[in-house]
């Protein structure tokens, strides 16, 4: 389970990787792997990190940054919001046209 977590987040796992307990060490320095495509990872409060390691990002998935970014408003929008939006304005546009016509008709 969790190598799968690591994996989405962080690419596939190195050859010949060693996983390193880093919490033990507060005063451990991550180096950047040039090889290293960087990653940015989210936390549960949405905020977020960029890591420029396979060892780096795994350290921080493992400690629970493994959320995906919270959805724009744009982005949270989907196809049937759209369409649902767009049948209200038509039905609105129709209303407005045929009480338009039926005030002529009064008048």
Do not use: R
């Not at 005063?27 to 950047?32: D, K, P, T």
């Not at 409060?45 to 629970?64: A, I, M, P, Q, R």
């Not at 338009?100 to 009064?106: P, R």
């Amino acid at each position: 389970m969790e190598n799968n977590l690591v994996q989405n987040f962080c690419g596939a796992y190195p050859p010949n990787h060693i996983f390193k307990d880093i919490s033990s060490n507060p005063n451990f320095v991550f180096e950047n792997d040039p090889g290293y495509s960087q990653v940015m990872l989210w936390d549960v409060e949405g905020n977020w990190v960029y890591v420029n390691s396979f060892t780096e990002c795994e350290h921080y998935v493992l400690g629970g940054w493994n959320y995906f970014p919270p959805k724009t408003f744009f982005e949270a929008l989907d196809l049937l919001t759209i369409s649902k939006f767009l049948v209200v304005v038509m039905v609105l546009n129709l209303c407005a046209k045929m009480y338009s016509k039926f005030k002529e008709k009064i008048a």
